[in-house]
């Protein structure tokens, strides 16, 4: 469940929002006023029901894929979804970008393409 709570808006000021969450997680945003003509921007998101431990596995295949060598956010990835961090494995697969999604796709790793997919807000 997401709660937004909206401060005063006034002027030319602008305030979007992006909010993706885990489904049994409850997210809170508080935007304070702007009075000014200011912009601002919030993204949040987070991996659907994926089985972590799946991930993991998935994303180990991928770190020892022909090219993938040394690929330090896949390394992480992997890391953070084996001890269960969503928020983490997220912001990793997202630096790993387009890139991991097309090794992902090419070894088959189904798990992996779903998180990727997500991180990148492609889903």
């Known amino acids: 469940m997401a709660k937004i709570n909206f401060g005063k808006q006034s002027g030319d000021s602008k305030l979007s929002l992006d909010v993706v969450t885990h489904s049994s997680s409850q997210t809170e945003i508080n935007a304070g006023d702007q009075l000014d003509r200011s912009t601002r921007d919030v993204h949040i998101t987070d991996l659907p029901d994926i089985d972590m431990s799946q991930l993991a596995l998935d994303l180990a ?45 090419t070894v088959g790793a189904p798990v992996a393409i779903e998180a990727i997919k997500h991180s990148l807000g492609l889903k």
Do not use: I, V, Y
């Not at 997202?94 to 090794?103: D, E, R, S, T």
């Open 61 to 105: 295949r991928l770190r020892t894929a022909p090219g993938a060598a040394g690929n330090e956010n896949l390394k992480h990835a992997e890391a953070a979804a084996a001890a269960g961090d969503r928020s983490a494995t997220k912001q990793f697969l997202m630096k790993a970008g387009a890139w991991a999604l097309n090794l992902a796709t």
